[in-house]
């Protein structure tokens, strides 16, 4: 069985630019969650999908977006990059029947903006 | 406000020794408490979590309600052990987990 799949495994963005990032679930997997990973801060909680709907989302300016596919493929977008957009992001995948699920993490992809 | 606390950023023992890594969490409901575990170029995976009460490579973890608290222990520490590991919680009805910073344990030969 195929593990989360996180697309690109690296980034290099400028001040201003924005940024999508793809986020692929195990088979079978119809939630995807999107956590942004600092060295300082630990994992910050952006956004959560089920079956296409946003369950949930973090406190995160309006500048961080994401969608889920019927395929429960998912993107998160970053718009109008700041310096401090620079991270890690996760995206985890579960069946999302349950909120005490495990969750199964992607390799993330790391964001750089210069 | 929902807040898990790892106060230890680093954590060193020696092979053999006992390890306590601390998670405290506010939260006004009940909460399933979780640890997670990045091993060196690994991803981030599931060790535990409270609702299992189920004991992995060793490490075990007790909710006390009454301090708020989720301490992962082993007995004996092995340099495999050495990793990266975060307290997690979920709140009910929010798909929403929350981690702590995370306690870097490094055991030593």
């Known amino acids: 069985k195929a593990g989360v799949t996180q697309t690109p495994r690296y980034l290099i963005k400028t001040r201003g630019q924005q940024v999508t990032l793809s986020c692929s679930p195990i088979s079978g997997h119809r939630s995807v969650s999107w956590y942004q990973q600092t060295p300082g801060q630990g994992l910050q909680f952006l956004f959560e999908y089920f079956s296409e709907t946003q369950r949930n989302k973090g406190n995160f300016p309006g500048r961080f977006s994401g969608r889920q596919f019927s395929n429960s493929r998912s993107e998160m977008n970053v718009s109008t990059l700041e310096l401090g957009d620079s991270a890690l992001y996760l995206c985890?995948?579960?069946?999302?029947?349950?909120?005490?699920?495990?969750?199964?993490f992607g390799s993330g992809t790391q964001l750089s903006v210069l | 406000a929902q807040r898990v606390t790892q106060p230890e950023k680093l954590l060193s023992v020696f092979k053999g020794a006992p390890v306590e890594l601390k998670c405290n969490y506010s939260?006004?409901?009940?909460?399933?408490l979780f640890w997670y575990v990045q091993y060196s170029r690994q991803r981030l995976q599931l060790l535990l979590r409270h609702i299992s009460r189920e004991s992995i490579k060793g490490f075990t973890a007790d909710l006390n309600k009454g301090e708020t608290s989720f301490h992962l222990k082993k007995p004996f520490a092995q340099e495999e052990d050495s990793a990266m590991y975060y307290c997690a919680l979920s709140s009910s009805g929010t798909y929403k987990y929350i981690f702590g910073t995370g306690t870097r344990l490094k055991v030593l030969a």
């Open positions: 939260y006004s409901g009940s909460p399933e």
């Open positions: 985890a995948s579960s069946l999302g029947l349950s909120d005490r699920e495990k969750l199964f």
